[in-house]
């Protein structure tokens, strides 16, 4: 019991702060009509979260960033995408109007950005590596992987959870006008986490 309530708590203690990975889900539930339409970015960012929860438990990713270089590059990559994604998230504020004129992601478009968002962030892949994987250090054997089971169980609630919010938001802005704000926030949001990340290679 206790491997399994401290994954819970330690999940939402991480995943709990606005994060790119967070906006991203509950944008995808706001500007959709459906809420099944926002499936592919709530299903990929589970799966990325499963991923690294996993590396994170068995130690795999503590022996890959043992590697300076590696880290380096992870962090100039996820630096530059995350410009862009807050460019991406200025722009389309600009194009909303109404409910039906919404630049809407396709399927296609969302896995790309939400594995983008998800494997391109270092802050989150520090979080996962740092706080995570050093907490699963405490357990061994059937411990670890219920601890790991709670983590990933939180995460897989959590963007069901943030995509129903964004979709019940969207329902009532039937003029694009929060949306539009929504939009414009999430972008500086990003914009200040690509600086936080590319200040921690000085």
Same mark, same amino acid.
């Given at each position: ?17 606005? $994060?790119? &990975?967070?906006?991203?889900?509950? !944008? &995808?539930?706001? !500007? ?45 990559? @996820? ?10 998230? #200025?722009?389309?504020?600009? %194009? ?7 630049? &809407? ?24 590596? $740092?706080?995570? $994987? ?6 061994? @054997?059937?411990?670890? #992987? ?9 995460? #897989?609630? #959590? ?16 003029? @694009? ?6 939009? %414009? ?14 200040? %921690?290679?000085?």
């Amino acid at each position: 019991m206790e491997p399994l309530l401290h994954g819970v708590f330690l999940a939402f203690g991480l995943i709990l702060p606005l $994060g790119v &990975q967070n906006i991203f889900v509950f !944008t &995808q539930g706001a !500007t959709h009509k459906k809420f099944t339409n926002a499936l592919p970015a709530i299903v990929t960012a589970a799966i990325c979260d499963t991923f690294l929860i996993s590396l994170a438990v068995t130690g795999i990713s503590l022996i890959v960033f043992n590697f300076i270089w590696l880290k380096t590059i992870i962090f100039i990559i @996820g630096f530059v995408f995350l410009i862009y994604m807050g460019w991406i998230m #200025w722009r389309d504020s600009s %194009q909303v109007i109404k409910q039906e004129d919404l630049n &809407q992601f396709s399927p296609k478009k969302q896995i790309t950005f939400a594995t983008s968002v998800s494997l391109l962030n270092p802050h989150a892949i520090m979080d996962t590596i $740092g706080v995570i $994987g050093t907490s699963s250090l405490t357990y061994s @054997g059937p411990d670890k #992987w219920l601890f790991a089971l709670a983590c990933i169980a939180i995460s #897989w609630l #959590w963007f069901l959870a943030l995509a129903i919010t964004g979709r019940k938001i969207g329902q009532l802005d039937t003029n @694009g006008k929060y949306l539009r704000y929504i939009n %414009q926030f999430s972008a500086i949001i990003i914009w200040i986490m690509a600086i936080y990340i590319i200040s %921690q290679l000085f």
